[in-house]
């Protein structure tokens, strides 16, 4: 028997997986496999696609129909594995509960208009953000997580291995080239992809132009912008693009990048802040969206007078809260000030890396990140 490893997602997913097919993807190695075996009762339920055996049984449907949770593991490696699963599901309902994970974006299977629409319920497992370091991970408190996170990444083996965490972060990012990048499009130029991972790093928190990156690479624009695409799909990088409605003048489009891997960048530990508030951002954006169906989702701000705010969080199309980070300067963003007196009603925050006592200047506060936990209260207020 596994034991429970407790993550954010552990009772939610325990909670879907009694009404209907959960799937659950996320990063390489951020943890959905340990994750996925915790809920368990028998090694014999945890089947890998990547398994000789385990692929012909799960081909052959041949596990057992009424024992506990089946964790189907890395099971979109299978070719068919849309039509395999509406098989199985038209047969035997829920019983016994499957749990599909896969280290590649499942969202288009969600738009199919196919057989299980309505009969799925999907998470994104995150690296660890400062409050689950806290509440899962030992922690002492939320700022010396964040330390911790700025130099190791959230990913968990090097989050409680900090010695390890460059040697763990660049196997992975070889990994994903030499085997996700080349499994999913035979992209034969791996290194030029490479190069662009590392361009990448280079710019995190930064606005990024496909025709200059292409000219970096030694290829065309459009190939940058598939590549891009296909660094998304597989969580090495997350993309943000501008807000811009309603606010005349803000007519920036290029998107900024950062990576799943906050540790990542290679341009500042400015940029590694940055990466991680917007990640941990992210995170709660996703798991709101996907356990209980709102529709947050995280935008930037900059216009072509340079007023700019990292980043903008939204409820459909209307903004919600508003977020500058700073790495130790406490002093009020001309942009952060700019913007909220357009969108008054909007929560606005500077998120500092210093420990500093709360503050509240033209309606914007600004919170030490010890107490960043202020931003997730205001995603839980839902309307």
């Given at each position: 028997?596994?034991r429970?490893v407790?993550?954010?997602?552990?009772r939610?997913?325990?909670?879907?997986?009694?009404?209907?097919?959960?799937?659950?993807?996320?990063?390489?190695?951020?943890?959905?496999?340990?994750?996925?075996?915790?809920?368990?009762?028998?090694?014999?339920?945890?089947?890998n696609?990547?398994?000789?055996?385990?692929?012909?049984?799960?081909?052959?449907i041949?596990?057992?129909?009424?024992?506990?949770?089946?964790?189907?593991?890395?099971?979109?490696?299978?070719?068919?594995?849309?039509?395999f699963l509406k098989?199985?599901?038209?047969?035997?309902?829920?019983t016994?509960?499957?749990?599909?994970?896969?280290?590649?974006?499942?969202e288009?299977?969600?738009?199919g208009?196919?057989?299980?629409?309505?009969?799925?319920?999907?998470?994104?497992?995150?690296?660890?953000?400062?409050?689950?370091?806290?509440?899962?991970?030992?922690?002492?408190?939320?700022?010396?997580?964040c330390?911790?996170?700025?130099?190791t990444?959230?990913?968990?083996?090097?989050?409680?291995?900090?010695?390890?965490?460059?040697?763990?972060?660049?196997?992975?990012l070889?990994?994903?080239?030499?085997?996700?990048?080349r499994?999913?499009?035979?992209?034969?130029?791996l290194?030029?992809?490479?190069?662009l991972?590392d361009?990448?790093?280079?710019?995190?928190?930064g606005?990024i132009?496909?025709?200059?990156?292409?000219?970096?690479?030694?290829?065309?624009?459009?190939?940058?912008?598939?590549?891009?695409?296909?660094?998304?799909r597989l969580?090495?990088?997350?993309?943000?693009?501008?807000?811009?409605?309603?606010?005349?003048?803000?007519i920036r489009?290029e998107?900024?990048?950062?990576?799943?891997?906050?540790?990542?960048?290679?341009?500042?530990?400015?940029?590694?802040?940055e990466?991680?508030?917007?990640?941990?951002?992210?995170?709660?954006?996703q798991?709101?969206n996907?356990?209980?169906?709102t529709?947050?989702?995280?935008?930037?701000?900059?216009d072509k007078?340079?007023h700019?705010?990292?980043?903008?969080?939204?409820?459909?199309?209307?903004?919600?809260a508003?977020?500058?980070?700073?790495?130790g300067?406490?002093?009020?963003?001309?942009?952060?000030?700019?913007?909220?007196?357009?969108?008054?009603?909007?929560?606005?925050?500077?998120?500092?890396?210093?420990?500093?006592?709360?503050?509240?200047?033209?309606?914007?506060?600004t919170?030490?990140?010890?107490?960043?936990?202020?931003?997730?209260?205001?995603?839980?207020?839902?309307e």
């Amino acid at each position: 028997m596994f034991r429970l490893v407790m993550r954010y997602l552990t009772r939610p997913i325990l909670k879907d997986l009694s009404r209907k097919l959960v799937f659950l993807s996320g990063p390489r190695q951020v943890g959905k496999s340990t994750l996925a075996r915790s809920l368990i009762h028998s090694p014999s339920q945890y089947l890998n696609w990547d398994i000789p055996s385990d692929r012909k049984i799960i081909r052959d449907i041949s596990w057992l129909k009424k024992d506990g949770l089946v964790v189907l593991d890395e099971l979109p490696k299978f070719l068919k594995w849309k039509n395999f699963l509406k098989g199985v599901i038209d047969e035997y309902g829920n019983t016994p509960p499957l749990l599909v994970t896969a280290s590649a974006r499942l969202e288009t299977f969600k738009r199919g208009g196919d057989a299980l629409t309505g009969r799925t319920y999907m998470y994104h497992l995150h690296p660890i953000d400062p409050l689950e370091a806290v509440e899962h991970f030992g922690a002492k408190d939320t700022f010396e997580a964040c330390q911790k996170l700025i130099r190791t990444g959230g990913f968990p083996e090097a989050f409680l291995n900090p010695n390890e965490a460059a040697r763990l972060r660049e196997d992975r990012l070889q990994m994903v080239v030499r085997e996700d990048i080349r499994d999913l499009s035979m992209i034969s130029e791996l290194r030029g992809m490479q190069l662009l991972i590392d361009l990448l790093r280079d710019r995190v928190g930064g606005t990024i132009n496909y025709s200059n990156l292409a000219s970096d690479v030694g290829v065309s624009a459009p190939t940058i912008k598939k590549w891009i695409e296909l660094l998304e799909r597989l969580f090495v990088i997350f993309l943000i693009h501008p807000y811009s409605r309603n606010i005349a003048r803000s007519i920036r489009k290029e998107p900024k990048v950062y990576f799943y891997d906050c540790a990542a960048a290679t341009n500042g530990e400015g940029a590694t802040f940055e990466n991680l508030v917007g990640l941990t951002l992210l995170k709660w954006i996703q798991f709101s969206n996907d356990s209980v169906g709102t529709r947050y989702g995280l935008s930037y701000f900059r216009d072509k007078d340079k007023h700019e705010v990292d980043f903008v969080v939204t409820s459909g199309l209307k903004p919600l809260a508003l977020v500058e980070v700073k790495r130790g300067d406490d002093t009020l963003h001309p942009g952060l000030v700019y913007l909220k007196k357009i969108l008054p009603t909007c929560k606005a925050f500077q998120i500092v890396n210093a420990r500093i006592k709360r503050q509240e200047r033209l309606d914007i506060q600004t919170l030490s990140v010890a107490d960043i936990r202020e931003l997730r209260v205001v995603l839980e207020k839902r309307e």
